[in-house]
């Protein structure tokens, strides 16, 4: 019986140095490429073992320069997980939506850590929900979108 979860990989503020490379890592690994409306954000889907997807995570943090939100799936349940350099690596649980879970000990937890504090707290829950990755991501999504916008006008003029 396989071990395979369904992967949807995307990487943000790829240059064009970093882009081949990971292009060969992705494909190395048998990950096809879907369409892309921006150059500096690719995204790939396919199928791995649970070992080749921790090997994945790790040549990609071993880049160092290369950000990216990896979502590994089985039936109805599955994971997320989030690298930047700057935030470095983080996961959480997600539902078949992709909806991250919180589960009543999390919660618990965080209380606990927070102290009775709510900014505490709330950044911590901000944390727990991927929050500064998707914040960071979406600055380069709308740098790069900005960056296509300025690249069409030039080249119809």
């Not at 882009?19 to 990950?31: E, I, K, P």
């Not at 921006?38 to 090997?55: H, Y």
């Not at 999390?106 to 707290?121: K, V």
């Amino acid at each position: 019986m396989s071990d395979k979860s369904n992967i949807l990989l995307t990487a943000y503020g790829l240059s064009d140095e970093r882009a081949g490379l990971v292009q060969a890592v992705m494909h190395a690994r048998g990950l096809a490429p879907a369409q892309s409306d921006v150059a500096s954000i690719n995204t790939w889907l396919g199928s791995l073992e649970t070992s080749e997807v921790d090997a994945l995570v790790n040549a990609l943090i071993k880049l160092q320069t290369v950000s990216f939100d990896l979502e590994v799936s089985k039936a109805a349940e599955g994971q997320r997980m989030v690298y930047s350099p700057n935030l470095g690596l983080r996961s959480a649980a997600i539902d078949a939506f992709g909806n991250i879970n919180l589960t009543e000990h999390h919660i618990r937890a965080l209380m606990a850590e927070a102290n009775q504090n709510m900014l505490t707290f709330a950044r911590l829950v901000d944390q727990s929900l991927l929050a500064p990755w998707d914040a960071e991501f979406e600055v380069i999504r709308e740098r790069a979108m900005s960056q296509a916008v300025v690249s069409a006008r030039s080249s119809v003029a």
